[in-house]
């Protein structure tokens, strides 16, 4: 297991390369660039797997551990804590998904667009995420009525791209589509997810800084295979194995050239260390059991 301190990265060098925080710098060019990252997390006070909307929660229901859930969350954001800075949402009892704080919006500079879940056991989130950005200062800007988008679990901008990749045909509704891209300004790039176990575009895609990438392609439909194909060098895709893909390799945490995750095999490993990163892992087991990892436990805000 590799620890932080092989990490080396200059606060300047991560404004550059952490996904989101070079583009909000960008949006905010009459200030000074900014150079600390920072995260959304919420603690899983109230964390359970008590209704299934994914198939992990159908294995995972009744078999969280709380106390072992709010342990590796403290480990997460201890490692991330090390990086960047972080904030938190409030835990709210009845809310069991609230932890996942990549679905409470979809993120751009100093623009949020709060989340519209499919499932009605996670729309109570909706309002609370909403307030969030309000009292954050954020300008947020509401979707258009109808089509559900669940934030940055099924949109993810391309570090070197001016794309943002949307997950959809699960969660996501690709109608939504063009309404983003008019509110981000940038190209938006819809991709099929094909399999329930990897619902959101997080489980299976992983934007890397320099424009690499983290995929694993069975999740998608052929088209959208072929449009990533297209789209980045094969040189820079890391594609994962199916036992790299099912313990969330993908869902991962970019901090510089450092790859948060719960666990990568010594293939994936050496194939991140070829592009220049290092897998940081921390064991994230109990949040499998409803479906998530390290990169849906944080939502990237621009830095401070
Ligand atoms: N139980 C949650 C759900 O099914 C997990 C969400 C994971 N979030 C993510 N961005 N992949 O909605």
Same mark, same amino acid.
């Given at each position: 297991?590799? *620890? ?17 925080? $070079? ?15 920072? %995260? ?33 969350? *403290? ?13 938190? +949402?409030?835990p709210v009892p009845g809310l069991p998904d609230l932890p996942f704080t990549a679905n409470a919006g979809l993120v751009h500079g100093s623009i949020a667009v709060p989340s519209r879940f499919r499932h009605r056991e996670r729309r109570g989130e909706e309002a609370l995420n909403a307030r969030w950005f309000v009292q954050a200062g954020f300008d947020v800007r509401a979707l258009p009525e109808g089509p559900c988008v669940e934030g940055a679990g099924d949109a993810l901008f ?14 996501? /509704?690709?109608? $939504?589509?063009?309404? @983003? ?16 176990? %990897?619902?959101? +575009? ?10 690499? @990438? @983290? ?32 313990? %969330? ?14 666990? $990568?095999?010594?293939? +994936?490993?050496?194939?991140? /260390?070829? @592009?220049? %990163? #290092?897998?940081?892992? #921390? ?14 436990? *944080?939502?990237?805000?621009?830095? *401070?």
């Amino acid at each position: 297991m590799n *620890t932080l301190l092989e990490v080396r990265e200059s606060r300047d060098h991560l404004a550059r390369t952490v996904p989101g925080i $070079a583009r909000a710098a960008d949006a905010h060019a009459s200030r000074p660039r900014r150079a600390r990252a920072r %995260f959304l997390m919420c603690a899983p006070a109230h964390f359970t797997v008590d209704y299934a909307i994914n198939p992990w929660m159908e294995a995972g229901a009744g078999r969280v551990d709380a106390a072992r859930a709010m342990s590796q969350w *403290t480990l997460l954001r201890e490692v991330i804590g090390r990086h960047a800075d972080v904030e938190c +949402l409030a835990p709210v009892p009845g809310l069991p998904d609230l932890p996942f704080t990549a679905n409470a919006g979809l993120v751009h500079g100093s623009i949020a667009v709060p989340s519209r879940f499919r499932h009605r056991e996670r729309r109570g989130e909706e309002a609370l995420n909403a307030r969030w950005f309000v009292q954050a200062g954020f300008d947020v800007r509401a979707l258009p009525e109808g089509p559900c988008v669940e934030g940055a679990g099924d949109a993810l901008f391309d570090d070197v791209l001016d794309v943002l990749w949307m997950g959809h045909g699960v969660r996501s /509704d690709v109608a $939504a589509a063009p309404a @983003l891209a008019a509110i981000v300004g940038v190209e938006v790039r819809p991709l099929r997810l094909v399999d329930p176990r %990897f619902y959101h +575009l997080d489980t299976c895609f992983c934007p890397l800084p320099g424009g690499a @990438l @983290l995929w694993y392609p069975p999740a998608f439909d052929a088209a959208s295979r072929r449009w990533v194909e297209a789209s980045i060098d094969a040189s820079r895709r890391i594609a994962v194995d199916a036992g790299d893909a099912f313990a %969330f390799a993908c869902n991962a945490i970019c901090l510089g050239s450092a790859i948060v995750l719960h666990r $990568a095999s010594g293939q +994936l490993k050496q194939g991140l /260390d070829d @592009l220049g %990163f #290092t897998a940081i892992e #921390t064991p994230l087991d109990e949040f499998h059991k409803s479906g998530g990892s390290a990169k849906c436990l *944080t939502l990237a805000l621009p830095g *401070t």
